[in-house]
C-alpha cells in the first residue's frame, strides 16, 4: 500500500506565500519523478511542477519564478514553495508520484488527496 499525503494548503491574500508539503509513505522502493498539479473550479486538471529524482525541474509558465519545487528524496517528500501568489493561483493542489514499489516491479503514478489553496485579491 503506498500513501501520499499533502499539507500545507489555507487562505492567503495576493502576494504572500505558501508552502506545500507532500510525504509518501507504504511499500516504497524508488520514486521516480513527483509533482504537483493543481485544479481551479470549473477548470480542468493543469500540471503545475515536476521534479525528478536527480533534482531536474520542470515549471507550468505562469508559475516559472514565483514556485520552486523540491524534494527530499531520504524522507520521501516532495514540496512545493509558492511566492507571489496571485487569487488564479487558486485551486486544490494534488501531488503525484511515479512510484516503483519493488526493485522488479514496475512504476505506477500514486495520487495525493489535495489541498485547498485560496489567494484573495
Known amino acids: 500500500q503506498v500513501q501520499l499525503v499533502e499539507s500545507g494548503g489555507g487562505l492567503v491574500q495576493g502576494g504572500g506565500s505558501l508552502r506545500l508539503s507532500c510525504a509518501a509513505s507504504?511499500?516504497?522502493?524508488?520514486?521516480?519523478?513527483m509533482g504537483w498539479y493543481r485544479q481551479a473550479p470549473g477548470k480542468q486538471r493543469e500540471l503545475v511542477a515536476t521534479i525528478n529524482s536527480g533534482s531536474s525541474t520542470t515549471y507550468e509558465d505562469s508559475v516559472k519564478s514565483r514556485f520552486t519545487i523540491s524534494r527530499d528524496n531520504a524522507k520521501n517528500m516532495v514540496y512545493l514553495q509558492m511566492n507571489s501568489l496571485k487569487p488564479e493561483d487558486t485551486g486544490v493542489y494534488y501531488c503525484y508520484g511515479n512510484i516503483q514499489r519493488t526493485e522488479m516491479g514496475v512504476s505506477h503514478v500514486y495520487w495525493g488527496q489535495g489541498t485547498q489553496v485560496t489567494v484573495s485579491s
Open positions: 507504504g511499500s516504497i522502493f524508488s520514486i521516480n519523478r
